[in-house]
């Protein structure tokens, strides 16, 4: 897939908005909830409706959508308000009723863009169609296989394209349902700066009260839009209910945001910025030299290590330098979440640099 393939032409074609908004429930559940919701976002800078008509559930139990029904209530609300309407397709039959009843938009889910065989299915049943495809990111996060999922839509010929940012799953409790890891987003960005991007706050954060001010610093990314779930009774909602915000509340976020200019024109703040950045890469060289003499103690303690016939890992010791590490980065202003992964990352580094050591020069 090359750039300049025309992807984002779409986002000109439809006179979308900037930022582009996708809302609506998580899942539809009654015709009266789907219209109500489709008529409160009717005179708003909302320009596509979403609704889940099949859901993918984590556990068995849980509501699995209303299925083929919904999309008719979906056609009525397209018919009364004029917004494009999006669904989640998991298989060809999904894509197929999709088509037969005049859906705009269709977006791949995170559990069905880790299934190379579900996004294959889905693309070939899409050949010589003309639908605006929206790829999620996967679960994990493994960009090649999100990029894949783009890809193989692409061979297929759908050419009105974009992705999903969507947060990844981690088995480690944070503040997020699911983690952005926002710079695998800004790396597939960089790479094809042509494919439109849109962030979906409400599935990152997993509540209602952190939509703001992730949509904001999705916005200050240069994102293309937003997909944020839209409930006219969020507390009561059949799925996603901590998440969705009233189509009120859309608004007042919508109000909020502050879309920044892209930079270029301005001088004096190109060279501020550039600048700073200068600064940042000199902060960014000390860091590795710093670690690398670290490293190299390491090595030292390795050595002691073997030649007392003592374990590398040493849990207790660990725990005390964690312990240490969080409370010196309170004052600096830096997250327990941060430096918990930092001090992992240079705890496995140092475990490596001490296994080599122990395990050289067997005598
Ligand atoms: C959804 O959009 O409601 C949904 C199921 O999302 P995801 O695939 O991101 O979990
Ligand atoms: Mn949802």
Same mark, same amino acid.
């Given at each position: 897939?090359?750039?300049?393939?025309?992807?984002?032409?779409?986002?000109?074609?439809?006179?979308?908005?900037?930022?582009?908004?996708?809302a609506?429930?998580?899942?539809?559940?009654?015709?009266?909830?789907?219209?109500?919701?489709?008529?409160?976002?009717?005179?708003?800078?909302?320009?596509?409706?979403?609704?889940?008509?099949?859901?993918?559930?984590?556990?068995p139990?849980?509501?699995?959508?209303?299925?083929a029904?919904?999309?008719?209530w979906?056609?009525? +609300?397209? #018919?009364?308000?004029g917004?494009?309407?999006?669904v989640e =397709?998991? &298989?060809?039959?999904h894509?197929? !009723? @999709? %088509?037969?009843?005049?859906?705009?938009?269709?977006?791949?889910?995170?559990?069905?863009?880790?299934?190379?065989?579900?996004?294959?299915?889905? +693309?070939? #049943?899409?050949?010589?169609?003309?639908?605006?495809?929206? =790829?999620? &990111?996967?679960?994990?996060?493994? !960009? @090649? %296989?999100?990029?894949?999922?783009?890809?193989?839509?692409?061979?297929?010929?759908i050419?009105?394209?974009?992705?999903?940012?969507?947060?990844?799953?981690?088995?480690?409790?944070?503040?997020?349902r699911?983690?952005?890891?926002?710079?695998?987003?800004?790396?597939?960005?960089?790479?094809?700066?042509?494919?439109?991007?849109?962030?979906?706050?409400?599935?990152?954060?997993?509540?209602?009260?952190?939509?703001?001010?992730?949509?904001?610093?999705?916005?200050?990314?240069?994102?293309?839009?937003?997909?944020?779930?839209?409930?006219?009774?969020?507390?009561?909602?059949?799925?996603?209910?901590?998440q969705?915000?009233?189509p009120?509340?859309?608004?007042?976020?919508?109000?909020?945001?502050?879309?920044?200019?892209?930079?270029?024109?301005?001088?004096?703040f190109?060279?501020?910025?550039?600048?700073?950045?200068?600064?940042?890469?000199?902060?960014?060289?000390?860091?590795?030299?710093?670690?690398?003499?670290?490293?190299?103690?390491?090595?030292?303690?390795?050595?002691?290590k073997?030649?007392?016939?003592?374990?590398?890992?040493?849990?207790?010791?660990?725990?005390?330098?964690?312990?240490?590490?969080?409370?010196?980065?309170?004052?600096?202003?830096?997250?327990?979440?941060?430096?918990?992964?930092?001090?992992?990352?240079?705890?496995q580094?140092?475990?490596?640099?001490?296994?080599?050591?122990?395990?050289?020069?067997?005598?």
């Amino acid at each position: 897939m090359e750039n300049n393939t025309g992807m984002r032409q779409w986002l000109d074609d439809f006179k979308l908005s900037h930022p582009l908004v996708i809302a609506g429930p998580c899942s539809a559940e009654t015709e009266e909830q789907v219209l109500d919701i489709a008529r409160q976002l009717k005179d708003s800078d909302v320009s596509i409706y979403r609704a889940g008509i099949w859901k993918p559930r984590t556990r068995p139990g849980g509501f699995e959508g209303v299925g083929a029904i919904g999309l008719g209530w979906l056609q009525k +609300a397209k #018919a009364e308000t004029g917004l494009l309407m999006a669904v989640e =397709v998991a &298989n060809a039959t999904h894509v197929k !009723l @999709a %088509l037969e009843n005049d859906i705009d938009v269709l977006w791949i889910g995170a559990r069905t863009t880790v299934n190379p065989f579900a996004v294959q299915e889905i +693309a070939d #049943a899409l050949v010589n169609t003309d639908k605006i495809v929206l =790829v999620k &990111n996967p679960v994990n996060p493994d !960009l @090649a %296989l999100w990029l894949g999922g783009v890809e193989r839509l692409y061979n297929a010929g759908i050419k009105k394209l974009g992705v999903i940012h969507r947060g990844f799953s981690t088995y480690e409790k944070t503040k997020y349902r699911n983690i952005p890891e926002w710079q695998l987003a800004i790396e597939l960005h960089d790479r094809f700066p042509d494919l439109p991007i849109i962030c979906d706050p409400s599935h990152i954060t997993g509540r209602r009260d952190m939509i703001q001010q992730v949509s904001q610093q999705a916005l200050d990314l240069n994102y293309d839009g937003l997909m944020i779930e839209t409930h006219n009774n969020p507390d009561k909602a059949w799925s996603d209910a901590a998440q969705q915000v009233t189509p009120e509340r859309l608004k007042e976020i919508m109000a909020n945001l502050k879309v920044r200019n892209k930079g270029a024109e301005d001088s004096a703040f190109n060279e501020q910025i550039e600048k700073l950045r200068l600064r940042i890469d000199e902060y960014d060289s000390r860091l590795i030299q710093v670690l690398g003499k670290r490293m190299r103690i390491a090595d030292e303690i390795g050595a002691l290590k073997k030649e007392n016939n003592v374990s590398v890992l040493q849990g207790k010791r660990w725990k005390e330098v964690l312990e240490r590490m969080k409370n010196e980065g309170l004052p600096e202003n830096l997250g327990e979440e941060f430096i918990l992964k930092l001090f992992r990352a240079i705890h496995q580094e140092s475990i490596v640099h001490q296994e080599k050591i122990i395990n050289s020069q067997h005598s």
